[in-house]
């Protein structure tokens, strides 16, 4: 991790630092000790608050909604004991062929 750069893989590293630290010093600890809903609650909702900025004209208000919305899914995932390297392999199978094909092969699952 570099001073002025965060990546995913060192956001996912700091959340799982953070989960072990008491909950009266991480936001992060006290959200993982409120449960799966709470967390998958503050995932949609800075979802929700990243969509509207995007609509919106101001590019610091979406960067910084993305990253509130980028920290609140490393978190979720965190909880659910869901690594990124899974996620990547799962984005590297749908890659490999047309997102119509990949959607269509969900919609029969």
Do not use: F, N, P, W
Not at 1 to 19: F, G, K, P, Q
Not at 46 to 71: F, N, Q, R
């Amino acid at each position: 991790m570099s001073e002025d750069r965060v990546t995913l893989a060192d956001l996912e590293r700091i959340v799982a630092a953070r989960a072990q630290a008491d909950a009266g010093a991480s936001y992060t600890r006290s959200l993982l000790d409120k449960g799966i809903s709470k967390c998958a609650q503050k995932l949609g909702e800075e979802a929700v608050e990243t969509a509207l900025a995007a609509v919106g004209s101001d590019k610091a208000a979406v960067i910084s909604e993305t990253a509130d919305l980028l920290y609140h899914l490393a978190v979720l995932l965190h909880a659910k004991g869901v690594e990124l390297d899974e996620v990547h392999a799962e984005l590297a199978r749908r890659t490999r062929q047309s997102g119509h094909e990949e959607k269509a092969s969900r919609q029969r699952s």
